[in-house]
Structures are given as structure tokens and as C-alpha cells.
């Protein structure tokens, strides 16, 4: 495994037998190049792999970038269990590097994330770095970490206005990441997937603060009751974007709130 600017170890798990009800995990830490042991360390499996990363480092006095399983970085909100670690699996982990630390030092003063060279933009310590100092960053990210939720899901969180807008197809195919994004920006709702525009809750949720999101949605979601009600509390002329066959309950239902409903009707 090739170490993105650091020294790589790699880190073997086997399971010991306790009779207690969490299951306990002993990791081993290997130095990839030498086969020395740093460091042995226990863990549980409902762990976090951010936690698992606490203990390995205070054990082994060594500063750790990231856990990998293979080339797939493992988010540090997950645990062991959710990466599916189990007996005899083996994980590997990256060493902070000085060229790590001094481009994070340097967001840290302001430079910008394009002043990094590009050997180092994909490193993901660097770029959660930039959006701490940036969330719009996220649109200068090489396409491999535009396409990592965990990243992206920061970025909307931070308040990247156009963070949904880059991210990759799959991304933006997420029903997670859509609902994120459009809890900041409802007009994220153009960038949705045609899939998502046919997902009665991404509608609503886009409803909310982008009130022409209702005539793009899937006609399906448009003949749902609830979903076709909301929009015609935003905008009442969505009456005409609803299935006509819908148009007599709507306007029962709509009726008293305001005439659009009816008067449609009665054109109809």
C-alpha cells in the first residue's frame, strides 16, 4: 500500500474471548516496512475507528492520518462493527507526515486549498483542513474526495453553498446527502437526480425554500396528497402541476385557503 505522504503500517485484528457482553478486539500494530510491533492495543468492537485511532496512537507514541481497510479510507464515525472488522481481518493505518502537517499549518494561516500542490490535494487530513478554514473549498477537490461522503456531508454542514453542486453523480443519487444539502440550500433540489425527484421526502424537503420544485418533481410525487397539499400551501398556482385527476380532492381540501384552487376548477 502506498502512503499518501506518510509511512504506512499495517494492522491485524483477531479477536479475544471474554465473558463479558461487548466482544473485546486486540489490534496489532506493525510497521509495514520492517514488521516491527509498535504497539498492541484493546478495543471494543462498537468503537469508533476515530477512537480505535486514539488508543493505537497513545500506545504506540506514533500520530496517525487515517484507518484503511485496503485502499478505502474508513470514516471515524463508524465502528469497527460497521467496517466489518472481524477475526484474523487486517486494516492498515497512514503516520502524519511533515509535508501533512506544514500544508495544514498553512490553511490554518489562510492560504487557499488551490495553492496546495496536487500530490497533496487528495489527501483527505489536508482536505478537512480546507473546509475548516473554508467549506467552499470542496469544489477544488480532486474528483476521488468529491465523491466521499463523509467529506461532502462536512462541507454542506459547514455551509458549502455549492458543495451538493460538485459532488459526484452517486453523491448526488444519495437520498442522506440530498436531505443535508437541502436543509441548507433548497435549490440544491436542480442538482437531485431524477431518481430523487421522484422521492416523496427530498420533494418536501426542497418544497420548503424552492417553491418551483414541485412542477420538476416525478409525476408520481406530484399525485401524492401530502407532498401536492405543501406546495400548494408555498404556491398556490402549483394547482396546475398537479395530475388532473387529483384537482376535485385537492381543491376540497384547499378550499377556504385560497381561490386559486377553485377558480382553476371551475376553468377546468
Not at 478505502?72 to 484474523?88: F, K, N, R, V, Y
Request: some cysteine.
Amino acid at each position: 500500500l502506498k502512503a499518501q505522504g506518510g509511512c504506512c503500517h499495517s494492522i491485524s485484528v483477531g479477536t479475544m474471548r471474554t465473558t463479558t457482553a461487548s466482544q473485546k478486539v486486540t489490534v496489532h500494530v506493525h510497521n509495514a516496512l520492517s514488521g516491527n510491533l509498535y504497539a498492541t492495543v484493546l478495543v471494543n468492537t462498537g468503537d469508533t475507528v476515530g477512537r480505535c485511532k486514539e488508543i493505537v496512537e497513545a500506545q504506540s507514541s506514533s500520530r496517525l492520518s487515517s484507518l484503511l481497510c485496503g485502499t478505502l479510507h474508513l470514516a471515524e464515525s463508524l465502528t469497527l462493527t460497521d467496517c466489518g472488522i472481524h477475526d484474523g481481518a487486517t486494516i492498515q493505518a497512514l503516520e502524519v507526515s511533515p509535508e501533512e502537517e506544514r500544508w495544514i499549518e498553512n490553511l490554518s494561516k489562510g492560504w487557499g486549498f488551490k495553492a496546495i500542490p496536487r500530490e497533496m490535494q487528495g489527501n483527505r487530513r489536508v482536505a478537512h483542513a480546507a473546509l475548516a478554514q473554508n467549506s467552499n473549498s470542496f469544489r477544488y477537490f480532486p474528483e476521488e474526495l468529491r465523491g466521499d461522503a463523509e467529506l461532502v456531508l462536512v462541507a454542506i454542514e459547514r455551509g458549502g453553498v455549492d458543495a451538493f453542486k460538485y459532488a459526484s453523480a452517486e453523491l448526488r443519487a444519495n437520498r442522506k446527502v440530498a436531505l443535508a444539502a437541502l436543509a441548507q440550500k433548497p435549490s440544491d433540489f436542480w442538482h437531485c437526480t431524477e431518481e430523487l425527484r421522484g422521492d416523496a421526502e427530498v420533494v418536501l424537503a426542497a418544497i420548503e425554500g424552492e417553491v418551483d420544485a414541485f412542477k420538476y418533481a416525478s409525476a408520481e410525487v406530484r399525485g401524492n396528497r401530502r407532498v401536492a397539499f405543501a406546495a400548494l400551501a408555498q404556491k398556490p398556482s402549483n394547482f396546475w402541476h398537479c395530475p388532473k385527476k387529483s384537482w376535485p380532492a385537492l381543491a376540497a381540501l384547499f378550499q377556504g385557503r385560497d381561490g386559486s384552487a377553485r377558480c382553476s376548477m371551475r376553468c377546468w
